[in-house]
Each structure stands twice: as structure tokens, then as C-alpha cells.
């Protein structure tokens, strides 16, 4: 329960540092789709991984973001443009030290 909790708060830092946000303040498309996402990858955890091997939770972790961004609609926009690897490991270096992944 710790690492999904770790997780999640790992999953928030990164959906925040990518910028995804509504384009109209009247669409609340943003967070039914972050909502949708951590569903997703709870999901995914439970069916694919047997164990909280933290390399895997984090790849899964990656596969579920990069699914998500790549399929966002046209009502919702991602401020991260770049490298979509390359954003994800600035953010984790940048703000994080190695030990606290977990």
C-alpha cells in the first residue's frame, strides 16, 4: 500500500510538471483524464505486476503516462513538448534525489 501511495504522489509530481491542463475554463477534461490515468496504472499493477519490484512499477508507471499524453483530446493541452523521456528524467533529477523514488 506504501508504494502506491509513493507512487502516487511520484505520478502527481510528474502530471504537474508536464502541464496538462483544460484550454477552456468551461471543460474539466484535465483531471477526469489524470484520474483516468492513475486508474489505469493501478489497474495495469495489479493484472501485470506480481510483486512492488520498484524498476517495473516505475516502467509501468512511464507505459501508462505515455499512452495518456499521446492520446489526449483536442480540448486539453501538455505545456511539455520536449523529449518525452527526457522531460520525465528532468523532472525526477531535478526535484528529487534517488532515494526518495520510493
Known amino acids: ?16 510538471g508536464l502541464g496538462i491542463k ?3 475554463l468551461t ?4 483531471q477526469k483524464i489524470k484520474c483516468f490515468a492513475w486508474q489505469l496504472f493501478i489497474s495495469a499493477k495489479i493484472k ?6 520498484i524498476l517495473n512499477t516505475a516502467l509501468l508507471l512511464y507505459a ?3 499512452v495518456v499524453t499521446l492520446n489526449l483530446p483536442a480540448e486539453v493541452e501538455m505545456a511539455a513538448k520536449s523529449d518525452y523521456l527526457e522531460h520525465l ?4 533529477n531535478n526535484k528529487e534525489d534517488a532515494s526518495s523514488v520510493v
Not at 500500500?1 to 504537474?16: A, G, H, L, P
Request: net charge neutral.
Open 89 to 92: 528524467v528532468n523532472l525526477v
Open 48 to 53: 501485470l505486476l506480481k510483486c512492488d519490484d
Open 27 to 30: 471543460v474539466s477534461s484535465a
Open 1 to 16: 500500500m506504501s508504494v502506491n501511495f509513493s507512487f502516487y504522489e511520484k505520478f502527481t509530481s510528474i502530471w504537474n
Open 22 to 24: 483544460d484550454k477552456s
Open 64 to 66: 501508462v503516462l505515455k
